[in-house]
Nanobody, 126 residues
Framework: QVQLVESGGGLVQAGGSLRLSCAAS????????MGWFRQAPGKEREFVAA????????YYADSVKGRFTISRDNGKNTVYLQMNSLKPEDTAVYYC???????????????????WGQGTQVTVSS
């Protein structure tokens, strides 16, 4: 069982930065692939980024590549999402998720993740 709690959301102007954190409980955090997803009002939840258990591989949606960076600290049971050059279209509720068994071909599928946090709101003003 893994419990996830996101933090770090807020209101920021376009071009600004935010860093989201996701704190996980449970001794097996280091064995999970971790992902970030987001959901804007009236839209489906979409993949943002993912990182393998060791941190050796990362994956990004095209819409955030070059602007967002996912990282993890297994010693602190925490995964991060550094978001730079934010745009109004990045406005959404951001969720972190944990997957026990996933492949690089299914990393972007929300239904492949086993545990989810409650989400944190990110609002980017123009």
């Amino acid at each position: 069982q893994v419990q996830l709690v996101e933090s770090g959301g807020g209101l920021v102007q376009a071009g600004g930065s935010l860093r989201l954190s996701c704190a996980a409980s449970g001794r097996t955090f280091s064995s999970y692939t971790m992902g970030w997803f987001r959901q804007a009002p009236g839209k489906e939840r979409e993949f943002v980024a993912a990182i393998t258990w060791s941190g050796g591989s990362t994956y990004y949606a095209d819409s955030v590549k070059g602007r967002f960076t996912i990282s993890r600290d297994n010693g602190k049971n925490t995964v991060y999402l550094q978001m730079n050059s934010l745009k109004p279209e990045d406005t959404a509720v951001y969720y972190c998720a944990a997957a026990a068994a996933i492949t690089r071909w299914t990393m972007a599928r929300a239904d492949e993740y086993d545990y989810w946090g409650q989400g944190t709101q990110v609002t980017v003003s123009s």
